[in-house]
């Protein structure tokens, strides 16, 4: 069987991955995707714990299945705000939306 | 095995149940029969935020399950509950005139004031990590739709793009950290996570280390503390005026209901490490948030940033765990009535179509609209801490609190920002009453609505200013209920 240590490695790699899409990548829909994928990351260790560590219960899994309920509203929120600032100002980079600077 | 409705027993669940469903009735009926004014939809959300607050209040301090588990019907529970419907109820009568005059009356406003209530309430009660993640999203994701809600202003989009990325940000980094506890633990119940930490010690476990750290990191950016607080001036400034008030409350609210929860009954037992840790962002976020506040010339922006070093000082009481607990819960019902009436006097004497309100029009408003300023005098001189206002008594008990738990030289720290923090605020009471305008601001007539939710603010903050006996001990003895 694959051991736990595998998953979590997985687990903490996308989060990286996610981690420095977030922090490296100006387009807006490109931070949305790393923020997607940490959250995904999350749900990878939610699962494989379920089944090492907490054997028998079905609060790890349930948990996964709420989580991409939550992450699916999160992105449909998301795009569309991405739409509309990108109808008004022709740009989804996050440098050239700074009105609010200060 | 399917749980039994008795299991499940939703009786106690009222308060969410009628709170949300206010918010689906408000849309199922707008999206039946909308036309003409939407002030229906202002009354039943009120109506329902009615119906939770009787339900919280009529509860006694019993320590019961609902849900199968998944929320703690307690007195720390209700507490926090009780606030938050408060709070909830006086954004509705702040906004419901604002949204006309600013022609975005629409009836989703209030659904999703209801729905962002009704995760603030699933937070305050949650007994589950996954009750606490999944009120967080929901009150998160309707405040970034109400952040965007003026529809037509570039600024309020921008204002919840920013949010939502970095709010989303935050909410991996929070879901990391449970899924690490989950790992450490072998379950997602606190009060079991609680007794597995406490059996097998606290030494060493990079699960458990590593799944509070980003726990601290995701609630630390929900309530906007220093480091994390770089959203929280743009969104402050960019939502609408209306929005921003209940923002500022309901998050730190909710957020701050789960952090006491997570640390009474679960992270007990590593109390040495997560109070220091959390003694450093309050040093932080209060020093920070204060000397930025001083540089600020317009006045939501600087009530952004006073919001940050009231995050800090409530996070002083918190550090002290258990012993703070009630307040934190006394501070944020004084501060709820404060930041709610200073936000309604911000979007009462704003220009229409135009969130910002620089220093320069306040200048003279002292004389030409007395009742107002002397409520806005009274709502800063709360969040300064001067005596005779419910701020004063709030922060007395904040900072003794950390002194009895034994930091008093954070609460040293603490008095000293607050002293910095009298010259902003005092500030902007000189400007009203000493300097003439120049060009005097074209004032709309507040609405009744506006008028009521200013005249409660203001009668909270003296009341619990000059009697606070009786709310200090409804909050000493609701948090000693605490389901462990």
């Given at each position: 069987?694959?051991?736990?240590?595998?998953?979590?490695?997985?687990?903490?790699?996308?989060?990286?991955?996610?981690?420095?899409?977030?922090?490296?990548?100006?387009?807006?829909?490109?931070?949305?995707?790393?923020?997607?994928?940490?959250?995904?990351?999350?749900?990878?260790?939610?699962?494989?714990?379920?089944?090492?560590?907490?054997?028998?219960?079905?609060?790890?899994?349930?948990?996964?299945?709420?989580?991409?309920?939550?992450?699916?509203?999160?992105?449909?929120?998301?795009?569309?705000?991405?739409?509309?600032?990108?109808?008004?100002?022709?740009?989804?980079?996050?440098?050239?939306?700074?009105?609010?600077?200060? | 095995?399917?749980?039994?409705?008795?299991?499940?027993?939703?009786?106690?669940?009222?308060?969410?149940?009628?709170?949300?469903?206010?918010?689906?009735?408000?849309?199922?009926?707008?999206?039946?029969?909308?036309?003409?004014?939407?002030?229906?939809?202002?009354?039943?959300?009120?109506?329902?935020?009615?119906?939770?607050?009787?339900?919280?209040?009529?509860?006694?301090?019993?320590?019961?399950?609902?849900?199968?588990?998944?929320?703690?019907?307690?007195?720390?529970?209700?507490?926090?509950?009780?606030?938050?419907?408060?709070?909830?109820?006086?954004?509705?009568?702040?906004?419901?005139?604002?949204?006309?005059?600013?022609?975005?009356?629409?009836?989703?406003?209030?659904?999703?004031?209801?729905?962002?209530?009704?995760?603030?309430?699933?937070?305050?009660?949650?007994?589950?990590?996954?009750?606490?993640?999944?009120?967080?999203?929901?009150?998160?994701?309707?405040?970034?739709?109400?952040?965007?809600?003026?529809?037509?202003?570039?600024?309020?989009?921008?204002?919840?793009?920013?949010?939502?990325?970095?709010?989303?940000?935050?909410?991996?980094?929070?879901?990391?950290?449970?899924?690490?506890?989950?790992?450490?633990?072998?379950?997602?119940?606190?009060?079991?996570?609680?007794?597995?930490?406490?059996?097998?010690?606290?030494?060493?476990?990079?699960?458990?280390?590593?799944?509070?750290?980003?726990?601290?990191?995701?609630?630390?950016?929900?309530?906007?503390?220093?480091?994390?607080?770089?959203?929280?001036?743009?969104?402050?400034?960019?939502?609408?005026?209306?929005?921003?008030?209940?923002?500022?409350?309901?998050?730190?609210?909710?957020?701050?209901?789960?952090?006491?929860?997570?640390?009474?009954?679960?992270?007990?037992?590593?109390?040495?490490?997560?109070?220091?840790?959390?003694?450093?962002?309050?040093?932080?976020?209060?020093?920070?948030?204060?000397?930025?506040?001083?540089?600020?010339?317009?006045?939501?922006?600087?009530?952004?940033?006073?919001?940050?070093?009231?995050a800090g000082y409530i996070l002083v009481a918190a550090v002290a765990g258990e012993v703070g607990a009630a307040a934190v819960l006394f501070y944020l019902l004084g501060y709820a009535f404060t930041n709610l009436g200073a936000f309604a006097v911000v979007l009462a004497w704003s220009r229409r179509g135009e969130g910002r309100l620089p220093f320069s029009d306040l200048a003279g408003l002292g004389f030409r609209r007395p009742w107002t300023a002397a409520a806005l005098s009274l709502f800063l001189l709360s969040l300064t801490?001067?005596?005779?206002?419910?701020?004063?008594?709030?922060?007395?008990?904040?900072?003794?609190?950390?002194?009895?738990?034994?930091?008093?030289?954070?609460?040293?720290?603490?008095?000293?920002?607050?002293?910095?923090?009298?010259?902003?605020?005092?500030?902007?009471?000189?400007?009203?009453?000493?300097?003439?305008?120049?060009?005097?601001?074209?004032?709309?007539?507040?609405?009744?609505?506006?008028?009521?939710?200013?005249?409660?603010?203001?009668?909270?903050?003296?009341?619990?200013?000059?009697?606070?006996?009786?709310?200090?001990?409804?909050?000493?003895?609701?948090?000693?209920?605490?389901?462990?």
């Amino acid at each position: 069987m694959i051991p736990l240590t595998w998953y979590l490695v997985l687990s903490a790699v996308l989060f990286c991955i996610g981690l420095y899409g977030v922090l490296a990548r100006r387009n807006a829909i490109a931070i949305l995707m790393g923020a997607e994928l940490m959250l995904n990351s999350a749900n990878i260790n939610l699962a494989a714990f379920e089944r090492y560590v907490a054997a028998g219960s079905v609060a790890g899994q349930v948990f996964v299945i709420f989580n991409i309920a939550v992450a699916a509203a999160e992105a449909a929120v998301g795009l569309a705000l991405i739409l509309a600032i990108y109808r008004s100002r022709d740009t989804v980079s996050v440098e050239e939306v700074d009105l609010l600077k200060g | 095995m399917l749980p039994t409705l008795s299991v499940l027993n939703l009786n106690g669940a009222v308060p969410q149940i009628a709170v949300a469903g206010a918010g689906m009735l408000i849309m199922l009926i707008d999206a039946l029969f909308h036309r003409g004014s939407r002030r229906w939809a202002a009354y039943l959300a009120l109506l329902g935020l009615a119906v939770a607050l009787a339900r919280v209040v009529e509860s006694g301090a019993s320590a019961e399950t609902i849900l199968d588990g998944a929320l703690a019907r307690d007195g720390l529970g209700m507490a926090f509950a009780l606030v938050l419907i408060v709070a909830a109820a006086l954004s509705v009568l702040v906004a419901m005139d604002y949204l006309r005059r600013e022609e975005h009356e629409r009836a989703e406003y209030y659904a999703l004031i209801l729905f962002a209530t009704a995760g603030g309430l699933a937070m305050a009660m949650a007994n589950d990590l996954v009750a606490v993640f999944i009120g967080l999203e929901t009150l998160s994701i309707s405040l970034y739709v109400l952040s965007a809600f003026f529809t037509g202003d570039a600024a309020s989009r921008e204002a919840a793009l920013k949010y939502l990325l970095l709010g989303a940000f935050a909410s991996a980094f929070f879901l990391y950290g449970i899924a690490l506890l989950y790992g450490a633990s072998g379950t997602t119940r606190l009060v079991e996570m609680g007794t597995a930490i406490r059996l097998a010690g606290t030494q060493a476990d990079p699960l458990l280390w590593g799944g509070v750290a980003l726990i601290i990191v995701g609630v630390g950016f929900k309530l906007a503390l220093v480091p994390f607080h770089s959203w929280a001036p743009d969104v402050y400034q960019g939502a609408p005026t209306s929005v921003t008030a209940f923002m500022s409350v309901a998050s730190k609210v909710a957020a701050f209901a789960a952090l006491v929860r997570l640390l009474v009954v679960v992270l007990a037992p590593a109390a040495p490490l997560t109070s220091a840790l959390l003694a450093l962002l309050a040093v932080l976020t209060m020093t920070v948030g204060n000397i930025l506040a001083l540089a600020q010339d317009e006045v939501k922006r600087l009530l952004a940033y006073s919001s940050i070093a009231q995050a800090g000082y409530i996070l002083v009481a918190a550090v002290a765990g258990e012993v703070g607990a009630a307040a934190v819960l006394f501070y944020l019902l004084g501060y709820a009535f404060t930041n709610l009436g200073a936000f309604a006097v911000v979007l009462a004497w704003s220009r229409r179509g135009e969130g910002r309100l620089p220093f320069s029009d306040l200048a003279g408003l002292g004389f030409r609209r007395p009742w107002t300023a002397a409520a806005l005098s009274l709502f800063l001189l709360s969040l300064t801490g001067m005596p005779l206002t419910v701020g004063f008594v709030g922060k007395l008990y904040l900072f003794g609190a950390a002194v009895q738990a034994g930091w008093t030289w954070l609460a040293i720290v603490a008095v000293l920002n607050s002293v910095v923090s009298a010259f902003y605020y005092l500030r902007l009471v000189v400007i009203m009453y000493m300097r003439e305008a120049e060009m005097p601001l074209a004032l709309q007539r507040a609405g009744l609505a506006l008028g009521v939710a200013l005249a409660v603010c203001a009668a909270g903050v003296i009341l619990l200013g000059l009697v606070p006996g009786v709310a200090l001990d409804w909050a000493r003895q609701a948090v000693a209920v605490v389901l462990s």
